[in-house]
């Protein structure tokens, strides 16, 4: 069992779960944990754009230095740009400090090892060993100390990174977009890229203040993008998160576009064009049966694995795949990034619309997802998904659901809630089976 970390680094309300205290204590362990070898190490901190996030950024700079490790500090930058820069930097360690598409309130620290990769488990538990421990013996001399130096250029090395994602013949002449930045990290990067690459771009979600993060922007949110390319009547719409690590597509009719057809859309193209280094792709449990039955028809396999997309990208290295995903956006090109690249993906689909000449909403809507019902059921503690109440109505809607549906039943990894998904053929048989479920739980949980 992990204190700490969650499927995505470790989260929680700011000043409540993560205080100044935590992020010390994080930066010292972290710092202890990744020192191998006798050179000056160094690590590089990226944010988004919360207010908290310079309270985090200055305790972890006060606890990698405390263990002699130097700091770079990139300041608001996509978390996928941190984990590009750790490696281009040649950092031994690479820090984002974001709660991704939760409210300001929240806030986080990712984590990256040297190869630009999240973490896994064994070494989280490593560091997790050590933040309850007494730090004081781990401590630098007073002339091994590190520094702190804050890195001006790292915005333009970034845009040309995602740029060369594309063949230089490809440009975006031609298309209206909109991009939503959900006022986050990418709200510099994201619509000069999309301009310097040719796109008429109009950009919403790009005044940041410290408490608008997500607050009716972004991906999570897509009502103000849709209403935005209907309005102007562009080609395309572009959401992204408050880390730009997810992205939602809007087409030019104003219908949403979620990860699960944009990963469809890419992997048709990308098998034409044998681009596919496994004949399939990898998202989780909670990707629509839609999808799966689409790259069937394709001749690919879809491999799933548990929510996260530090699981997927596990099963893609270890299994030489090079696109996975998840259902909310999270899309994984390992031929690019390490981690999901909300703007990597999106220039990869448009480059595919450029290339075909057809409208978004062609491209992109593949299949018609089949009816999936999710709901989430919010505990302060216990364990109700253990109860003998809940066992049998999982048992039961399983049975009822038969061989031509999915019922995943998961306790969140960065908030207190189980989710409860169902899908299959007959809308009214999911809604029922989802609604007894979540009553089992909300009982076993009161």
Not at 84 to 90: E, I, Y
Not at 92 to 115: C, Q, R, T, Y
Not at 212 to 235: C, F, M, Q, W, Y
Not at 357 to 379: A, D, G, M, T
Request: net charge negative; hydrophobic share 45%.
């Amino acid at each position: 069992m992990r204190k700490y970390f969650g499927t995505d680094g470790v989260r929680g309300r700011a000043n409540g779960v993560i205080t100044p205290e935590l992020a010390l204590k994080v930066g010292q362990a972290a710092g202890v944990v990744f020192q191998r070898g006798d050179h000056r190490h160094r690590v590089v901190i990226g944010k988004d754009t919360r207010l908290s996030g310079y309270m985090i950024e200055t305790a972890l700079v006060a606890g990698f230095t405390s263990v002699g490790m130097d700091v770079l500090l990139l300041g608001p930058m996509p978390t996928p740009a941190v984990a590009m820069l750790t490696r281009s930097m040649r950092a031994d360690l690479g820090v984002m400090i974001s709660a991704s598409h939760n409210p300001f309130e929240d806030n986080g620290i990712k984590l990256f090892g040297p190869d630009g990769f999240k973490l896994n488990d064994e070494v989280e538990l490593e560091i997790e060993a050590l933040l309850d421990g007494d730090m004081r013996k781990s401590l630098a001399g007073s002339r091994a100390l590190g520094r702190a130096k804050r890195i001006e250029s790292v915005h333009a090395r970034y845009i040309e990174f995602a740029k060369r994602t594309l063949p230089r013949a490809i440009t975006l002449e031609g298309l209206r977009v909109v991009v939503d930045c959900a006022n986050g990290a990418a709200y510099r990067v994201a619509p000069e890229t999309l301009w310097e690459l040719g796109a008429e771009v109009i950009a919403i979600g790009v005044e940041p203040d410290g408490f608008n993060i997500n607050h009716d922007v972004g991906s999570t949110a897509p009502e103000a993008l849709v209403s935005k390319v209907r309005e102007l009547r562009a080609d395309v719409g572009i959401a992204l998160d408050g880390d730009a690590d997810r992205v939602l597509i809007v087409d030019e009719k104003g219908q949403k576009v979620d990860g699960d057809q944009l990963m469809a859309a890419v992997a048709r193209s990308w098998k034409e064009d044998e681009r596919l280094t496994q004949p399939g792709l990898v998202a989780t449990v909670m990707s629509n049966l839609g999808l799966e039955r689409f790259v069937n028809g394709l001749g690919l396999t879809l491999a799933r694995t548990a929510v996260g997309d530090r699981y997927v990208l596990e099963h893609m290295r270890e299994h030489g795949y090079n696109l996975g995903g998840e259902q909310s956006g999270h899309i994984i090109m390992s031929d690019y990034a390490t981690t999901g690249d909300g703007l990597v993906a999106a220039l990869q689909l448009l480059s595919v619309v450029k290339r075909q000449e057809r409208p978004v909403s062609e491209v992109c809507h593949c299949f018609e997802p089949l009816p999936q019902i999710l709901k989430n059921v919010r505990f302060r503690s216990g364990a109700p998904l253990q109860a003998e109440s809940v066992v049998t109505a999982i048992a039961q809607a399983k049975a009822r659901l038969g061989a031509s549906g999915r019922l995943v039943i998961r306790p969140s990894g960065t908030e207190p809630v189980i989710r409860v998904m169902a899908e299959g053929d007959d809308r009214a048989l999911v809604t029922e089976v989802v609604d007894e479920v979540v009553d089992a739980v909300t009982r076993a949980a009161a």
